[in-house]
């Protein structure tokens, strides 16, 4: 029992060390703790334990998560949903998420990067032109209806 008692103190440790770093998610930190050996009781109560003295905040995860990824990676808010979504995140932590990002500096970088696009594209046939650009955008996750709009401004 008491080897078992520092073990959990161990792994409380590393997680809280872990958090300390870097921002996680809960679902992060779950499956990290149970990959411990640590059984699923004891690990909800040890991700409450975090949570209650601020290692863990899905919310400034959330936002964190959106802003690196905008910022760095140039990601739309479609491919960030989708993977905030599989750390399973509720909608309203996304959304909020998802919000604080500047418009105009969404729509310039989507801008930019259609326009870097189709500096790249070869093809002489402007409707193949066209396709690479949506397709490049939206793989990196910009939304359908925000492409279209401004496509014609970048690939004419």
């Not at 411990?36 to 936002?63: N, P, V, W």
Request: net charge positive; charged share 35%.
């Amino acid at each position: 029992m008491e080897n078992e008692q520092k073990s959990i103190q161990e792994v409380f440790a590393k997680m809280a060390a872990l958090c300390s770093r870097s921002e996680q998610c809960s679902f992060d930190i779950q499956r990290k703790i149970t990959a411990a050996g640590i059984d699923d009781e004891q690990a909800t109560e040890m991700i409450s334990k975090l949570k209650e003295e601020k290692f863990i905040d899905d919310e400034r995860y959330a936002r964190s998560y959106v802003s690196d990824k905008f910022k760095f990676n140039k990601w739309g808010k479609v491919k960030m949903r989708h993977y905030l979504k599989m750390k399973g995140l509720s909608d309203s932590l996304i959304l909020n998420a998802l919000e604080e990002i500047d418009q105009d500096k969404y729509r310039d970088v989507l801008i930019k990067t259609m326009k870097e696009k189709a500096r790249a594209v070869k093809k002489k046939n402007k409707f193949e032109k066209m396709a690479q650009i949506i397709r490049f955008t939206q793989n990196r996750g910009f939304e359908p209806e925000l492409i279209h709009r401004y496509l014609n401004d970048v690939a004419g």
